[in-house]
């Protein structure tokens, strides 16, 4: 079955560059139909997709951070990855990494759901 | 940009009874709806996607419904391990959760 897990420092010093990495096993990285995405969960408050990326590289990021995310893809080690640049203690979080199970339907509407996803990990900016 | 709206914020119910969640949306997002659950220190779990599909190995007592712009995510016979919060998700935005738990 397909697995995620999440990799990376947990501290990250004010104005620097967070990256964490995703590691898929039970299935392939390389599937057409399918993108990987980052999330994120400040302690004790709601959900928030940062971004997807599939096996080509193509991406598509949260609007709200796009000036600063950059997700790359490695198809050989069945990776995908997230950084974040310019952090501040308004990035603590746990970051999650999820299958993005996307696809467009009729009158070319995009639909997706996030499944299954990694554990997460927490990240805590420092000043 | 779609805003998700849950209804109500906390929603205290015994084991046993019906539990009733509401998710709205700001424009109509046809019947591209789903739902999660997420238990304290555990991430999220998909419960139902297209607004009416239960994933894998997800119990018959979850159902949703709706279109448009009105959904709902009916628990019937709540167990113990359904007490945790739920949200609702359409493209890259989430609702901002219902916690369900003890009465």
């Known amino acids: 079955q397909l697995q995620l897990q999440e990799s990376g420092p947990g501290l990250v010093k004010s104005s620097e560059t967070l990256s964490l990495t995703c590691t898929v096993s039970?299935?392939?990285?390389?599937?057409?139909?399918?993108?990987w995405g980052w999330f994120r969960q400040p302690p004790g408050k709601g959900l928030e997709w940062v971004g997807s990326?599939?096996?080509?590289?193509?991406?598509y990021y949260n609007p709200s951070l796009k000036s600063r995310v950059t997700m790359s893809v490695d198809t050989s080690a069945n990776q995908f990855s997230l950084r974040l640049t310019s952090v501040t203690a308004a990035d603590t979080a746990v970051y999650y990494c999820?299958?993005?199970?996307?696809?467009?339907?009729?009158?070319?509407?995009?639909?997706?759901?996030?499944?299954?996803w990694g554990q997460g990990t927490l990240v805590t900016v420092s000043s | 940009e779609i805003v998700l709206t849950q209804s109500p914020v906390t929603l205290s119910v015994s084991p046993g009874e019906r539990a009733t969640l509401s998710c709205r949306a700001s424009?109509?997002?046809?019947?591209?709806l789903a739902w999660y659950q997420q238990k304290p220190g555990q991430a999220p779990r998909l419960l139902i996607y297209?607004?009416?599909n239960r994933a894998t190995g997800i119990p018959a007592r979850f159902s949703g419904s709706g279109s448009g712009t009105d959904f709902t995510l009916t628990i019937n016979s709540l167990e113990p391990e359904d007490f945790a919060v739920y949200y609702c998700?359409?493209?890259?935005?989430f609702g901002p959760g219902t916690r369900v738990d003890t009465k």
């Open positions: 990326i599939n096996y080509s590289g193509t991406t």
């Open positions: 999820a299958r993005d199970v996307a696809s467009t339907r009729g009158a070319g509407q995009f639909v997706n759901w996030f499944d299954p």
């Open positions: 297209d607004t009416i």
């Open positions: 424009q109509s997002v046809s019947s591209y």
């Open positions: 039970g299935g392939s990285i390389s599937s057409i139909t399918d993108y």
């Open positions: 998700q359409q493209r890259g935005y």
